[in-house]
């Protein structure tokens, strides 16, 4: 069989896969303990944000066009079955480890069918055998919702409309004390960033060269830095926005601004795109690979979140590098657990996620 080579193959723009790249790394040492909790506050404050805006910008207008039978059909194969492998593959190894160690006090006495209920449901707050699937029911809702909305009401009025009812639930929603399945409850706000990056997909070109660029870049920087640091730690996932909403959306907004301005300095690198094309697998996979390195260091007598950042560090880089073994694993045996249609022959075939 020839290599397939996708359409958008040859006009990819490097700038999007650097903040992908870059992005999954910080989500990645986000997650992983040991990291200092002043840096997970940080990384907290954009870096979902970030990816749902990413997420906005590289939707085609081919890809809006479709009917909402094709986008369903397209959304179900890139992200909801990824969803299901990997909670079932994470749920098995919850299975096997729930009695050993420090789990035992935790989930010991929980019934064996309690996860599922996250899996039905979607709700990120049940989801503790792997609690980063969340992000993907979330961003199918997303995507769903904004491509009924775009061919609705077209791209400025859907932002603009995304933006005013995404505050207001936030300021509102949140005190009823509430979850909705299948993330709904994270829709109005996601669809926010998911919105912004749909029209403003130009902003990872900003120059950072001369006295204008640099001047807007260190305002930036200081919005991101001040807002985050007096907002306190939030967690979209969870609906919390700190101290107040209005510093979580100018951290948000200006922490992606940050990123994608910088990362557009960066050189072309096979590492980089490797990276993005692989984010999915990266982001599906990194919790558990956390799972199975604390347990091998428990029984080694190591406690992860003692070791410091040097711990969050080393795993983090293992949890990425697992996954170039991991990735032919499936891509030859289950290629539909990664989105992917059919077997790719060449790692640079892989098919873009929504």
């Given amino acids: 069989m020839p290599p397939r080579v996708l359409p958008q193959a040859a006009s990819r723009d490097f700038r ?3 903040a992908k790249a870059v992005g999954i790394v910080l989500v990645v040492l986000g997650h992983a303990k040991g990291c200092p909790p002043w840096l997970v506050m940080l990384l907290y404050s954009f870096h979902v944000p970030l990816f749902f805006w990413l997420a906005g910008a590289v939707v085609s207008d081919a890809r809006l066009a479709e009917t909402p039978a094709m986008t369903l059909r397209r959304l179900g194969r890139t992200l909801l079955l990824p969803y299901v492998f990997f909670f079932f593959a994470a749920y098995a190894y919850w299975l096997l480890t729930r009695g050993i160690g420090d789990k035992a006090l935790r989930w010991g006495s ?8 996250g899996f039905v449901t979607g709700n990120g707050v049940l989801l503790y055998v792997d609690p980063a699937l969340w992000f993907l029911p979330a961003l199918f809702v997303t995507a769903f919702a904004y491509a009924l909305l775009r ?5 400025r009025t859907t932002a603009l409309a995304a933006v005013v009812c995404g505050v207001a639930w936030a300021a509102l929603f949140p005190a009823l004390g509430l979850r909705l399945p299948f993330a709904l409850d994270i829709l109005p706000v996601a669809l926010v960033f998911y919105a912004l990056g749909a029209v403003l997909r130009g902003l990872p070109g900003v120059s950072v060269g001369g006295t204008r660029g640099v001047a807007t870049l260190a305002v930036l920087a200081a919005l991101w830095l001040g807002a985050a640091w007096f907002n306190g730690r939030v967690d979209l996932n969870h609906l ?3 101290a107040a909403l209005p510093l979580y959306l100018i951290s948000a907004l200006a922490g992606t601004a940050v990123c994608l301005i910088l990362v557009a300095r960066l050189p072309d690198s ?4 490797w990276l993005a094309r692989n984010s999915l697998l990266i982001f599906a996979s990194h919790m558990l690979s956390f799972s199975v390195m604390s347990g091998v260091a ?6 992860p979140a003692e070791v410091g950042i040097g711990w969050a560090l080393g795993s983090s880089a293992l949890a990425i590098l697992a996954c170039v073994p991991l990735r032919w694993l499936m891509l030859t045996l289950a290629p539909w657990a990664l989105g992917v249609a059919r077997p790719a022959p060449a790692l640079g075939t892989m098919e873009r996620v929504a």
């Fill in 270 to 273: 096979r590492v980089l795109r």
């Fill in 110 to 117: 929980q019934p064996w069918w309690e996860p599922l209920q």
């Fill in 16 to 18: 999007i896969d650097a």
């Fill in 151 to 155: 061919q609705r009401f077209g791209g």
């Fill in 298 to 303: 428990t029984v080694a007598g190591l406690r």
């Fill in 240 to 242: 919390r926005f700190g």
